[in-house]
């Protein structure tokens, strides 16, 4: 069973931000992010590997705790989260307890 952090291990201030497909009126498709929630955060490295693909990609797999925010649980598959200013794709958000936390969990190919 996951825990609550304690407000002393939030100590990350990110970014939380949408994704958003506009199209002109040429027909062009342009992504837009929309910033949703900039919460405080407490970060757990789960796992990081290299793969050799033609190049050498690092994965780096993480989850972040946030308080809850209904705007993040409800667009979970379209939100990019920024943290020191690298990106990261938001897999999955979990509920932890009855309204209190949210895990996220991201990844990100640097």
Same mark, same amino acid.
């Given at each position: 069973m996951r825990k609550n952090p304690y407000i002393g291990q939030m100590? *990350?201030?990110? /970014?939380i931000v /949408?994704? /958003?497909t506009n199209q002109s009126t040429s027909g062009a498709e342009t992504v837009t992010? =929309? #910033? =949703?929630?900039n919460p405080w955060a407490s970060m757990e490295d789960v796992s990081g590997t290299e793969e050799t693909d033609g190049k050498i990609k690092h994965? %780096?797999? *993480? #989850?972040y705790t946030i308080r809850f925010d209904e705007? %993040?649980?409800?667009k979970s598959n379209n939100l990019i989260l920024i943290d020191d200013s690298k990106k990261y794709e938001v897999l999955h958000v979990i509920e932890i307890g009855r309204r209190q936390h949210l895990e996220l969990r991201?990844?990100?190919y640097e």
């Amino acid at each position: 069973m996951r825990k609550n952090p304690y407000i002393g291990q939030m100590d *990350r201030m990110i /970014q939380i931000v /949408q994704k /958003q497909t506009n199209q002109s009126t040429s027909g062009a498709e342009t992504v837009t992010e =929309i #910033t =949703i929630s900039n919460p405080w955060a407490s970060m757990e490295d789960v796992s990081g590997t290299e793969e050799t693909d033609g190049k050498i990609k690092h994965l %780096v797999n *993480r #989850t972040y705790t946030i308080r809850f925010d209904e705007n %993040v649980k409800s667009k979970s598959n379209n939100l990019i989260l920024i943290d020191d200013s690298k990106k990261y794709e938001v897999l999955h958000v979990i509920e932890i307890g009855r309204r209190q936390h949210l895990e996220l969990r991201v990844k990100n190919y640097e």
